[in-house]
């Protein structure tokens, strides 16, 4: 079975620092895992996903994800926040064809 | 627009009424997912279509709801004799399973307000 914890639910940071944002899996099996950003009243829309390719995988918005097998984590990082990176934040592991396991999300906030 | 839409976008009703939401994927995805988030949480998964078929429910799916994808395309998520505790962001996620790491692409959302 697949679980997934987002270890912060709130991360404040300034403007034009960086971003880091947690995200531990459990799975049986190696997955595919998933870096989404939701806006508020917005759907979710994808930042990046890692599919035991490369390791480290970059996303839009200056986004990029490390997969790290041995610590089971899949932590999400900016170098330089902007106000617009305001969002929640879900990570999510899945198994090819299954439905996405979602964390409870990280809200990101920005200040100037 | 290629991307997966929803209608409406908000329906607000009274506690022991019938709602529908439809949701249109992006027309080649054959999977198509219907999600529930709550304030604060995560989406959580409801049911899912491979083409018309619904393959997979979760027990979240109460015996209130129902969903339909009648001919592959669009589908449907009826809720019978609403309650409070429906009210939530419904959302809708196509995917093309022909890629094994293919992504889901979410609709908008139906928000829902049941008062």
């Known amino acids: 079975a697949q679980s997934v914890t987002q270890l912060d639910s709130h991360v404040s940071v300034s403007e034009g620092t960086p971003v880091l944002l947690r995200c531990n899996y459990s799975?049986?099996?190696?997955?595919?895992l998933f870096w989404y950003v939701q806006h508020p009243n917005k759907g979710l829309q994808l930042l990046l996903k890692?599919?035991?390719?490369?390791?480290l995988v970059k996303g839009i918005n200056g986004f990029e994800a490390e997969f790290k097998k041995s610590e089971t984590s899949f932590h999400l990082t900016k170098p330089s926040a902007h106000m617009s990176d305001a969002a929640e934040y879900f990570c999510a592991p899945n198994q090819a064809g299954t439905a996405l396991i979602f964390g409870k999300g990280t809200t990101l906030s920005v200040s100037s | 627009d290629t991307g997966v839409s929803q209608d409406p976008r908000h329906k607000i009703t009274k506690r022991g009424q019938n709602v529908t939401f439809r949701c249109d994927p992006i027309?080649?995805?054959?999977?198509l997912y219907w999600y529930r988030q709550t304030l604060g949480q995560g989406p959580e998964f409801l049911t899912y279509f491979q083409n018309e078929a619904q393959l997979e429910k979760s027990r979240l799916l109460s015996d209130r709801f129902s969903a339909e994808r009648p001919k592959g395309s669009f589908s449907t998520l009826e809720i019978q004799r609403t309650e409070q505790g429906d009210s939530a962001m419904y959302l809708c996620?196509?995917?093309?399973?022909?890629?094994?790491?293919?992504?889901?692409?979410f609709g908008p959302g139906t928000r829902l307000t049941v008062l």
């Open positions: 027309s080649e995805h054959n999977r």
């Open positions: 996620a196509s995917r093309d399973d022909r890629g094994l790491y293919n992504e889901q692409f």
């Open positions: 890692y599919t035991s390719a490369a390791t």
């Open positions: 799975s049986s099996y190696s997955p595919s």
